[in-house]
């Protein structure tokens, strides 16, 4: 069946081809480009129930109107400083930028001139930059969005002489990104195009049978291309690095496929010239081998679909291509072989063509792997062992140092970080979310007292929220500062108590001498009557005196009384804490300041009591002195009325007595209570704990309502708080402040009235967190999937437990070593701060999905060759004769990886020099010893279950 199978192929040749011609048409014509896909698509691919996701998502209903999705931060800036153009020129742009809000993408524009009252935080210190921000509605990957980018662009030309303008942020750095790798994949594609074809002009010596494999990869990248973007539809993930994947592994394992069924389908047909025939025996033979081949990297890249982690899973469309690639390589390749000919190898002789023959270096080898395995064995692992422990798996975040330094998103980021600090284009937003309403002044409190745990974490530079919209504290709403205007206003108080105490004084000496005249009254009334005016006229004095105390008197009872309160508020707050923590009752601190609150409480209410009997003093006071200006008038007006008027004077001189004593002794009172007070305000300074009272009026004020507006939703149970990072947001500090800051903030609610409160974290800097243990643990999931795929494959192949075994692990200890010395070169010797953090994984997966190949080309041949009794006579005809075909297929899968190298990507660089190195190393010593000797050493116990196979039917009939 399968003989027919290959000769109807060889009949219809040309259908085949016009057939393969049509599906790629139909692929371009019908099928969506992946590249616009890849363009639009996220490239974090952060889980949607992950933290950061949840959080942005609820930072978006507290201000649906407002929130943007993606940001842009046109930075300006002039050596020396900014002058009066500079400034008019930012302006004017602002102006312009404001009126395009609402269209083509743009959303909301932030400026020292749109927000005047922030014009500290767009204007650095030095005053030679100036940051303006741009909102937009869309993602970074977004469409509209990207055009808006390029629209700014074009918007920011023409800025004065000498100054300098660049966009960074976070869509501007996602555009750079998309071109970087776009534009590295046009290279990717040439270089590799030109390296295949050079390689394979050395192996076949004939500018004719390249085309053969360029033909059949090109044609089925066309497809592949058109299913992965159609199979987007369905969820499949993409990003930047699957086209180039794509065009590296097609190239790499689809050129190998083809050199063997070229080289077999030469040495073919060199027995007979018939080439149906030949194509027969090679596609009967070889045939197996490419399946099996291309099975295990079909199975490696289609279990990566089952990884958590969305970038990990764009790598599965590889799998799409490489099932493509094994139906060409099978129905193509051999069609193209008919149509060619014998002209395939043209202008070399037929004859001469006798595949790669026996390699007298790899039989060498083999002799040599047979007659020392177990030394061969040991001198691999201790020159190589060594290498592994370089590999300390460090990991670098930063998605700037995957682009140029040279693009201008990157320079505005430098820019940034030089004059604001790098923490202001990536802040962190914490969303935190309640049962109960956020708009209360208990809730309020408890958040200005985790926005200041949060801000004396040293990596945070400063905190933003509904109580510290300017970043800073509000000093109005602390205690500290209330008190300190309380005591103001009883110092003044008592100022002007001084004055009526001075004034009752001298009216006290004018009564005295009053009171002698009285008392001579029978001795002369004239006299009389001209003392009673001079006692009036000081009465006239203290009444004056009397009003401004009486003033006072109410306010000191309502400074007192709002202090009373505070002091109250002060010692609920400290008994709720006590009850939160226990274990603070014994601490001196604590101690301390309960000694200093009682010490407060009790000042105040002697001053309370102060201020009653001095309230009390005046209101006896006025009628006394009523009732002396009235003896005093009924004496002037009449003398027969002196007795009384005397009389009444006398009572009333007595009534006046005891109001100026009872105002001394509330006046003593005042004082010795503003001492307590004063007192006890420096204790509290000096404990450092800001206590926070928000009176009602204060919440109802227009200013803390914006500021509510902004930063807390409308039914009040979601509000967001902003921290801008001391550090790199790309840094591992900044990752550790992450986890500092959530504690800080769960910590300080879970005493507080928003004690079930929930803490959701996102930004920049959070998103590294979790990508950092989302990809460890995915690449150990998902490591073993593919490798327990793979050993499935090489277990059925094979028919046996133990070769897949030792073959796996060779290219788990290669994949160590590999890594030991890519991270060696990169880290220690170029001075990265890691390898890129999804390098590691990618490297691992290609070389053992595709290093595995060669172990199946050489173990095929192996089982092929082995008879009971006869392993090494097997090993050594199959290194012989295989050997020139792995460092063929190494070269040209090195070659096509290397081309990644040249992308101008840092992650690919990485995996490109990770691939080669693994590769050739894999291909050379492991293939060349380090397998071989383990397949002698293990002898008849490779075989664990399966027999040995028969003589073929064709002496020249084996697998490769």
Not at 269 to 274: E, N, V
Request: aromatic share 6%; with cysteine.
């Amino acid at each position: 069946m399968l003989e027919r199978f290959i000769r109807g192929l060889a009949r219809a040749k040309w259908a085949i081809l016009l057939g393969w011609l049509a599906i790629a048409a139909v692929a371009v014509l019908a099928l969506p480009d992946l590249a616009s896909i890849v363009r639009q698509t996220e490239q974090k691919f952060v889980p949607a129930d992950s933290e950061s996701v949840v959080a942005k998502n609820m930072l978006a209903r507290i201000n649906p109107e407002s929130t943007t999705r993606s940001s842009a931060i046109l930075v300006y800036s002039r050596e020396g400083g900014m002058n009066d153009q500079d400034r008019a020129w930012l302006k004017a742009k602002a102006s312009e930028l404001a009126g395009l809000d609402g269209k083509d993408g743009f959303k909301s524009v932030q400026s020292a001139y749109e927000t005047p009252e922030l014009a500290s935080k767009f204007r650095s210190k030095d005053g030679t930059t100036e940051m303006l921000i741009v909102g937009f509605s869309g993602t970074d990957n977004d469409a509209l969005t990207q055009d808006a980018v390029d629209s700014l662009n074009e918007r920011i030309k023409g800025a004065p002489e000498g100054s300098k303008v660049e966009l960074t942020g976070s869509a501007p750095i996602g555009k750079d990104f998309q071109e970087s790798s776009s534009n590295g994949l046009k290279k990717t594609e040439l270089l590799t195009v030109g390296l295949v074809l050079v390689i394979l002009l050395i192996v076949f010596r004939s500018p004719v049978a390249p085309f053969v494999p360029l033909i059949t990869i090109g044609i089925s990248l066309v497809i592949t291309r058109g299913l992965v973007a159609a199979a987007t539809h369905w969820g499949m993930p993409v990003s930047s690095f699957t086209e180039s994947f794509l065009i590296a592994v097609m190239f790499g394992a689809g050129t190998d496929y083809c050199i063997l069924l070229i080289q077999r389908f030469r040495e073919e047909l060199s027995r007979d010239g018939d080439k149906v025939e030949a194509l027969v025996r090679t596609v009967r033979t070889v045939g197996k081998t490419v399946a099996f081949s291309a099975s295990t990297v079909f199975v490696a890249f289609f279990l990566i679909g089952f990884a958590q982690f969305g970038l990990y899973q764009s790598a599965v469309g590889v799998s799409i291509g490489v099932a493509v690639t094994l139906i060409a390589g099978l129905t193509l390749t051999p069609a193209l072989l008919m149509i060619f000919g014998q002209a395939t190898f043209w202008p070399s002789r037929i004859a001469d063509g006798q595949g790669h023959g026996e390699s007298k270096m790899w039989n060498a080898m083999a002799s040599l792997a047979a007659r020392r395995p177990v030394a061969i064995l040991l001198v691999t692992v201790i020159l190589l062992a060594p290498l592994t422990l370089l590999y300390h798996n460090k990991r670098s975040f930063d998605d700037l140092a995957e682009i140029s330094p040279s693009l201008g998103s990157v320079q505005g980021f430098r820019q940034v970080e030089r004059s604001f600090g790098s923490g202001e284009v990536f802040p962190l937003s914490i969303a935190i979310t309640s049962d109960a309403s956020m708009r209360t002044p208990e809730a309020l409190a408890a958040m200005e007292t985790a926005s200041a745990s949060v801000a004396k974490l040293s990596g945070v530079k400063e905190v933003r929220s509904a109580v510290r919209p300017l970043g800073v504290q509000l000093a109005d709403l602390t205690v500290t500062d209330q008190l300190t205007k309380t005591s103001e206003a009883l110092q003044q108080l008592k100022e002007g108590v001084d004055k009526v105490a001075g004034g009752l004084t001298d009216a006290e000496s004018s009564i005295a001498g009053g009171q002698g005249d009285v008392d001579k009254l029978a001795g002369g009334l004239r006299t009389m009557a001209g003392k009673t005016k001079e006692a009036q006229a000081g009465l006239d004095r203290i009444y004056g005196g009397l009003q401004q105390a009486s003033k006072g008197a109410e306010q000191l009872a309502g400074g007192v009384g709002q202090s009373v309160s505070v002091s109250d508020s002060m010692s609920s707050d400290l008994t709720a804490l006590l009850k939160s923590h226990p274990e603070l009752k014994d601490d001196a601190s604590m101690r301390k300041l309960m000694a200093t609150q009682q010490g407060l409480s009790d000042g105040l209410k002697q001053l309370k009591g102060g201020a009653d009997r001095l309230s009390s003093s005046f209101s006896q006071l006025n009628p006394g002195v009523a009732k002396v200006a009235g003896g005093l008038g009924q004496l002037a007006s009449g003398q027969t009325d002196a007795a009384d008027g005397a009389a009444k004077l006398g009572t009333g001189l007595k009534n006046l007595t005891g109001g100026l004593s009872a105002g001394a002794q509330g006046l003593g009172d005042v004082s010795k209570g503003l001492a307590q007070v004063k007192e006890a305000e420096q204790s509290i300074g000096d404990s450092q704990i800001p206590g926070w009272n928000l009176p009602q009026s204060a919440l109802d004020s227009p200013e803390l309502q914006q500021a509510l507006d902004y930063y807390i939703a409308k039914d009040g149970k979601t509000a967001k708080i902003d921290v801008v990072l001391a550090v790199n947001p790309y840094s591992p500090e900044a990752q550790d402040t992450v986890g500092q800051v959530r504690d800080a903030l769960r910590h300080s609610l879970s005493g507080s009235s928003l004690a079930d409160a929930k803490v959701y974290v996102s930004g920049t800097s959070a998103q590294i967190s979790e990508l950092k243990s989302l990809s460890k643990s995915d690449f150990m999931r998902t490591g073993a999937f593919v490798l327990i795929g793979i050993f499935i494959v090489l277990m059925i192949m094979l028919r046996s437990l133990l070769a897949p075994l030792y073959l796996l692990l060779s290219l788990v200890f290669n994949f160590l070593v590999t890594m030991g010395i890519v991270e060696f070169t990169f880290v220690k010797l170029l001075g990265k701060e890691g390898l890129s953090w999804s390098a590691s994984f990618f490297i691992f997966l290609i070389i053992v999905a595709l290093g595995v190949d060669y172990s199946i080309f050489l173990m095929a041949r192996f089982k092929e060759e082995y008879r009971p009794g006869g392993i090494r006579q097997a090993m050594t005809k199959a290194m012989s004769t295989t050997g020139g075909v792995i460092v063929s297929a190494a070269v040209i899968m090195g070659g096509t990886f290397a081309a990644l190298m040249m992308s101008g990507v840092n992650t690919l660089l990485q995996i490109g020099a990770g691939i080669v190195v693994g590769l050739i190393l894999y291909a050379f010593v492991f293939m060349g010893l380090v397998v071989p000797a383990l397949a002698n050493l293990f002898g008849e116990a490779n075989w664990f279950f399966g027999k040995a196979r028969k003589k073929k039917k064709y002496e020249g009939e084996t697998n490769v």
